[in-house]
């Protein structure tokens, strides 16, 4: 078992790829069968796998968050503004971790698929990831 640490800025809310960066960060050629877990260590961000090739799909998951947990709800936790109880809610909503089976030294992802970083604050953040092969 190895484990490996990323760390990646965002841009502020928005769905970025991050598939290139995971596989750039581990050591995975020698794993015939294994497993890859992928852990955020935030709170106000997600982990999700989906559409890698039209950009219109992050644009709509962005477009669709927002209606599905509004800011303008009463929230009583608002310490670091507006965007920071909704974005806690939409990281439960999507999850913290991951886990990608791998296949002869590669990550088994569908021939559509890449893992995206999901940032819901409004403002850049950099964001710590422990990415765990096993295999």
Known sequence: MQQYKLTIQTQGRGYTIITQQIEQAIDISSIKVGL???FLQHSSASLTINENADPTVREDFKNFEEKL???NFPYRHNYEGDDDMPAHIKSSLFGCEL?????KGHLALGTWQGIYLNEHRDYAHTRRLVLTVSG
């Open 99 to 103: 886990t990608i089976p791998i296949s």
């Open 69 to 71: 947990v509004p800011r």
């Open 36 to 38: 890859l877990h992928v």
